[in-house]
């Protein structure tokens, strides 16, 4: 079994995570900060909370710096975790984990927000997170904020609500969703298994 973390920000309850990652066989810690040595194979940053709080709780509580404590273990980023990838949120003033470049912006005005429901996912190339999920799979989304890379490079998969969003990206050992695989039913959990086979590599 695999061993991996779900960093909590103090904004709500990740239960469904943890029980989601459980039941493809995840060992899951929740942990609030980086103060002990990594001894984990993966870490998830959760879907809930916003961007000031939760970046803030990540630099203020913790002896160990993100990207020391992280090194090359992959990470999986949720929704705002993803968000948090980037350099910068007009969600927030602070400055995001800066490991792909590019914003964070708010979703059009046309919209409804926060935009809520399932949405299909067009795959624009082969991922690791995307492997045996099917072109046009249906993912469940809750947001408020879409990302914005400077590179589509890094974008593996995007939905089309009038405008194309970034649905899922990818850069090096760091993996993102704007969707809740937990809330995704079958294309979830395979993604979920996909992140836990990059963590036992």
Known sequence: MVSVAIFDYGA???????????????????????????????????GVGNFDPAMNSIRDFSKIQFQEYVGNMPVLGICLGMEMFFEKSEEGKEKGLNVIDGEVIVLPSSMKVPHMG?????????GKILEGVENNSWAYFVHSYRVKPDSNDVITAESDYGIKVPAVVEHDNFFGTQFHPEKSSTVGKIMLENFLKECRQ
């Open 118 to 126: 399932w949405n299909n996912l067009e795959i624009k190339k082969p």
């Open 12 to 46: 709500g309850n990740i239960f469904s995570l943890k029980n989601s990652l459980e039941k493809v066989g995840a060992i899951v810690d929740v942990i609030t900060n980086f103060n002990d040595k990594n001894t984990y194979s993966g870490l998830l940053l959760p």
